[in-house]
C-alpha cells in the first residue's frame, strides 16, 4: 500500500483515543487519509462516513469491529478532512467518487470488501454494488436510499422535496461556503444537534468536525458533492442490486422519509431491512451496539 506521512494537524485516531493508525493512501486521481485497524488477513470492511462527517463518524465501531477480525477501513472520503480535496465540481461525480473506493480496495490488495455507508457514503456504497458487484461481499445502506427510489421520491413526493430543501441552496456558487465559515459553522452544528436526539453530540465531537470543516478548501469539496450529483444527473447502469444487501434505518430521520426505506429494498435481490423506530438520521451515534450488531450479523450470514 502507497502512503506517505499524514498530515500532524489532523484529527487522527490517536487524538481522539482509538486504536487505530492513519495512512496517507494513493487510489488513483487522488490521495485519501485512511483509518486503519485489525488484523491484516480479517475480513475488509470498509465504513464510508456521510455529510458533514469524516473518518470520526465511525470512531464508536473501528475497535469493536477489530476486535472481530475484521480489517476495518475508515477513509476520509475525497474532498472531506485530510483527503485531496480537488476543484472542480465534476471531481466529485458518482463515478470518480467509486473509483476512490475500487482504488482504496486494490492498494489494500483486497479482491472485495464488505462496503458499508451513512448518508452520502451510503450513496457510494450503493453505486459500487450497482456497477461493480464483484468487489462487494455485502453492501449495507444507512439511512440512505437506492439512487433510482431517491430520484422518484423526487419527481414525485412533495413532502421528500421540501425535506431536500438544501440541495438547492448548495447550488448557489460560494454562498453556501462563505455562510458556513461566517457563522464559523455554527449552523452546521445546531442543524446536527436539533436532527439527532439530545446528547448525541457534544462539544468536543464539534471541535473535532470544526477542525476538519475549517481546512482549507474542505467545505467547498463537500458542498461539491451535492453540485456535482445535481449537474451530472447520473442514473445507475442498473437498478437491481445484486449484492446482499442491508438497509438500517433510523424512523426519525428529518432529512429522508420512512418510505424510501421500503421503496429500496424492492430493487435488491437479497435484502434485509431493519428499522430503528428511537433513531433519527444518525442512527450510528445513537444506537452503535444495535447497529454494529445487525453489521456483523449481516457479514456472516453473507458467508454462512
Request: glycine share 6%; charged share 25%; hydrophobic share 40%.
Amino acid at each position: 500500500m502507497s502512503s506517505t506521512d499524514v498530515p500532524a494537524d489532523g484529527v487522527t485516531p490517536e487524538k481522539v483515543g482509538v486504536d487505530a493508525e492513519s495512512r496517507m493512501v494513493d487510489v488513483g486521481d487522488v490521495r485519501l487519509h485512511v483509518v486503519l485497524a485489525g488484523p491484516e488477513d480479517g475480513a475488509p470492511v470498509v465504513l464510508m462516513h456521510g455529510f458533514p462527517e469524516f473518518w470520526y463518524a465511525w470512531k464508536e465501531h473501528v475497535e469493536p469491529l477489530a476486535h472481530e477480525g475484521y480489517r476495518v477501513v475508515v477513509p476520509d472520503l475525497r474532498g472531506y478532512h485530510l483527503s485531496d480535496k480537488p476543484e472542480s465540481v465534476s471531481s466529485y461525480a458518482p463515478d470518480e467518487l467509486a473509483g476512490d473506493v475500487l482504488g482504496l480496495l486494490d492498494a489494500l490488495d483486497a479482491p472485495d470488501a464488505h462496503v458499508v455507508g451513512h448518508d452520502w457514503g451510503g450513496f457510494l456504497a450503493w453505486w459500487v454494488g450497482l456497477h461493480h458487484p464483484e468487489r462487494v461481499r455485502t453492501l449495507s445502506a444507512l439511512n440512505i436510499p437506492h439512487p433510482t427510489a431517491f430520484r422518484r421520491a423526487i419527481y414525485h413526493d412533495w413532502e421528500q422535496r421540501l425535506r431536500s430543501w438544501y440541495v438547492l441552496f448548495f447550488q448557489l456558487p460560494r454562498l453556501p461556503e462563505a455562510v458556513a465559515s461566517a457563522t464559523d459553522y455554527r449552523l452546521l452544528s445546531d442543524l446536527m444537534r436539533r436532527t439527532s436526539e439530545p446528547g448525541t453530540f457534544n462539544a468536543a465531537d464539534f471541535d473535532c468536525y470544526r477542525a476538519a470543516w475549517r481546512r482549507p478548501g474542505a467545505y467547498r469539496s463537500m458542498v461539491n458533492w451535492y453540485r456535482a450529483v445535481v449537474r451530472a444527473n447520473p442514473r445507475p447502469a442498473t437498478d437491481r442490486c445484486d449484492c446482499p444487501t442491508l438497509v438500517l434505518w433510523g424512523a426519525k430521520d428529518d432529512f429522508l422519509s420512512r418510505s424510501l426505506a421500503l421503496d429500496s429494498v424492492q430493487y435488491c435481490d437479497t435484502e434485509h431491512l431493519v428499522v430503528l423506530d428511537d433513531a433519527t438520521h444518525w442512527l450510528h451515534h445513537e444506537e452503535p451496539v444495535r447497529v454494529r450488531n445487525e453489521l456483523t450479523k449481516h457479514f456472516e450470514k453473507a458467508r454462512a
